[in-house]
């Protein structure tokens, strides 16, 4: 085993594999309580993209939509900047960030 630091009893072999996790993604609908949840292999800005088109489709017009978003930067990301930046036409998205330590 190699030693992960202080504070650990005890490391990883050096041939540990993760063997891709998958993400899940979900909105809470809290007047309602419904959830949309998409679980996607990989962990990157189309994935959440994808969800934000589900969101937006899901959500009548007119109304606000309050993303918490934790510490994953893919809301930083050109594209999703850009989707975002032509959406207030129809839905008001606002981002909150959630730092996780």
Not at 6 to 23: L, N, Q
Not at 37 to 61: G, T
Not at 78 to 98: D, E, G, N, Y
């Amino acid at each position: 085993m190699l030693p992960m630091g202080f504070g650990f009893v005890e490391g990883i072999t050096h041939d540990y594999k993760r063997h891709e996790a998958a993400t899940l993604f979900a909105a809470l609908n809290v007047i309602d309580g419904t959830v949309l949840d998409r679980c996607k292999p990989r962990h990157r800005h189309q994935e959440f993209l994808s969800l934000l088109r589900e969101i937006a489709k899901e959500v009548p017009m007119g109304l606000d939509i309050h993303c918490i978003i934790d510490n994953y930067a893919v809301h930083n990301h050109p594209k999703i900047r850009a989707w975002l930046a032509i959406r207030p036409l129809a839905h008001a998205f606002h981002s909150h960030l959630q730092f996780l330590a």
